[in-house]
């Protein structure tokens, strides 16, 4: 064996910690084991299923009527985890840990136990504050740049798995930039052993510093099977200094509706790359105001290019509120710049958005003309079409009566009640407006057409193949 190779065995050895024992006596008074306690009425969890007739029925009916204490209630808990980020007391960790809890206990490592106050909580984030009062002030940990963890790097995960308390596993990065179900999901992947009960604790990097929280795992059989995700200390800073500063956080809104740009999409509209955020439906709100339209692509956002839809959501919601940001988008063929003041996220979502009434005193219509084009049965949108459909009386569109399930139409997800209210960007109400602009976008060299479809209210747009 060359001494070339031996070297390079010889560094990938060294390149493994001899232990993890240091650091782990220094991470672990910072981490928390929290046990909440919760008031819930009796004879509301459920109970054992019993096949009607079973002769084991009168029995479990006499246990449930001895053990149900004439209705008081009883106290449920729970276990999580958490960690120190100040010496005051300042404690992170899931809000599906300590959600409707009434009692919150902080246990240290020293078997110290103190009750918590919630300070805040964000549930987009699964992100919690508590705030202890201690007589000394406490140890605690730093949150690490998570941009800067790299796939293959040593973690080590701390927390109270299974009620155990205070149990050390240790892993690697397996991926980043995961998401689960949240409009904020930003995970760092990994196969450090992650259970129930470690909710809430820390995934540490090398030098003691957090880079995750521990929140979730993917398993079919409920314990570790080796992927776990901890959301990434970027995102858990911001949602933690505004919980800190204001109770609640405060997200940036721009106030669209927007989708993928996928690859037919930008061949029907021009665009070189397959890139930014196409915009569907623009409510009342900040990017109205700034003159941005459904069409548009926004290609950036505030001196930062928008990959895609789950890019933009996050770029807006960690801008402050209130701010006034440039915002560049594809129209027409060209490039635009707009500035946006942006609002806020939880007072539009609080706020919400009224329903209209019909009009009971519209004429029918007789029944519309219906033509086939594209694997679609369009018919123009009358007052009749629009009580069926429930429509607003100032939409307009064409809508789909049938459609040939063999065709590409059918393939991307149209179906029969759906309205097409644009086609190449343009608006059409009846079925020759649509063979204009399917006849513009072929004399344009185009390959595909862009269409504006509505179902239930909500847009997204699709491209058809005109070949």
Sequence with gaps: MSFIVLLAQAIQVDARPPSFADLTDSVSPAVVNITTSTAVERGTGPGPIVPEGSPFEDFFREFQDRNRDNGRPRRSSALGSGFVISEDGYVVTNNHVIESADEIIVEFFTGEELEAEVVGTDPNTDIALLKVEAEQPLPFVKFADSDSARVGDWVLAVGNPLGQGFSVSVGVVSARNRALSGTYDDYIQTDAAINRGNSGGPLFNM??????????????????????????????????????????????????????????????????????????DVPDGPAKEAGIKAGDVITNFDGADVEDTRGLVRQVGEAPVGKSVRVVVFREGKTQTLKVVLGRREEAESAGAGGNGDDEDAPQDQAPTEQEIMGLTLAPLTDALRSELDLDAD?????????????????KGLRAGDLITEAGQQEVTTVSELETRIDEAKEAGRRSLLLLVRRAGDPRFVALSLE
């Design 207 to 280: 030098d003691g510093e957090v880079v995750g929280v521990n929140t979730a795992i993917l398993s079919p059989s409920g314990g570790s099977i080796g992927i776990g995700f901890s959301m990434a200390s970027n995102v858990v800073t911001r949602v933690v200094d505004q919980l800190r500063e204001y109770g609640e956080t405060r997200r940036g809104w721009l106030g669209v509706r927007i989708q993928d740009v996928t690859e037919d999409v930008a061949e029907a509209m021009g665009l070189e790359e397959v890139a930014g955020a196409l915009v569907t």
């Design 395 to 411: 939409v307009q569109g064409l809508v789909v009566r049938d459609i040939d399930e063999l065709s590409e139409a059918y393939e």
